[in-house]
């Protein structure tokens, strides 16, 4: 579903940058900081002025099984590359944050088994004792923030977890939407989760959540109705760019592909037989999330 989503936003992703223009902070003397280290080509891209989309690496290191990961991670960096954008992947190795990988630094997150799941909460903790890992959509978007780069493509985020209004077991994700200025594009929230207070929690955090494409559903990751609506939606990328000059708290959602017939009802079922909780393992097994 990351290459659904990547498939249709990222043509207005490009152009959404170039217009930005000045908006986009290269913070040029910070790159190379003790715990970031810059991808050479990415780094030119920022100074330049020219579109960088970062892209998570916890799908490499934990969500999908070897080798379909690097499969997957090299076909999702062609299609930025295809319409004009610059990706950065991000990943843990070795107690740094990298912001755009090799293909080496690919295939070791591909094929380590040593690699943590790192959001937010965890960097301290990971970088001080030199582990390697796959950041997750807080742990991107943080190091996306550093880097100055505005833009983060996934495939679907984290949220409230059915049962959460007891375990209180909600995602960082969502936090990080509302703290960090980076605009997020992906395809809806896992399915297995519960979306209507998860929408209800990004609208406390000040997230501006919208559809971009021709509906307002709100998907549910590999479903393109979950049954509940967005607040706001963009027809297109044009009309996605007329906005006041705010910091782009914002959660934009891509339509997976219509013919996609498996149900949120179904994918619910098989979530709650599976009773994940917490940042251990994946709301769904790789099979059923590709």
């Known amino acids: 579903m990351l290459v659904s989503a990547l498939r249709r936003c990222s043509a207005g992703v490009s152009g959404a940058m170039v217009r930005a223009g000045g908006a986009v902070t290269h913070r040029r003397l ?11 080509i990415v780094e030119e891209a920022l100074a330049e002025g020219q579109p960088v989309v970062a892209l ?6 934990h969500g999908m ?16 590359r295809a319409n004009g954008s610059v990706p950065a992947t991000v ?8 912001i755009g990988l090799s293909e080496d630094e690919i295939a070791f997150l591909a094929t380590s088994k040593d690699c943590v799941k ?11 004792q ?4 796959g950041s997750t959509v807080s742990g991107t978007m943080v190091a996306a923030h550093h880097a100055g780069i505005p833009i ?7 949220g409230v977890h059915r049962d959460g209004e007891n375990t209180m077991d909600v995602s960082a994700d969502l936090t990080e939407l509302g703290r960090t200025p980076v605009a997020v594009i992906s395809a809806g929230v896992k399915s297995i989760l519960d979306i209507g207070r998860t929408l209800e929690y990004l609208e406390t955090q000040g997230v501006c959540v919208s559809t971009f494409g021709d509906s307002r559903d709100f998907p549910a990751f590999f479903t393109p109705r979950s049954g509940f609506k967005a607040p706001c939606h963009f027809s297109g990328a044009q009309t996605g ?18 013919d996609d017939r498996r149900s949120h009802s179904s994918s619910v079922r098989g979530g709650q037989s599976a009773r994940h909780c917490g940042k251990r393992g994946d709301p769904l097994p790789a099979e059923q999330s590709e």
Do not use: W
């Open 56 to 61: 998570e690496s916890t799908i490499i290191t």
């Open 152 to 158: 983060f493509v996934t495939g679907g985020i984290g």
């Open 30 to 40: 910070e790159s190379q900081s003790s715990a970031f280290r810059i991808h050479p």
């Open 91 to 98: 990943g843990i190795i070795k107690g740094k944050v990298h």
């Open 241 to 258: 760019q007329r906005r006041p000059h705010l910091r782009p708290y914002s959660f934009r959602i891509c339509r997976v592909r219509p």
């Open 130 to 133: 030199g582990l390697s890992g």
């Open 118 to 128: 790192v959001s937010r909460r965890d960097l301290p903790y990971v970088l001080s």
């Open 65 to 80: 099984p070897y080798p379909q990961n690097i499969s997957m991670a090299t076909q999702v960096e062609e299609i930025v």
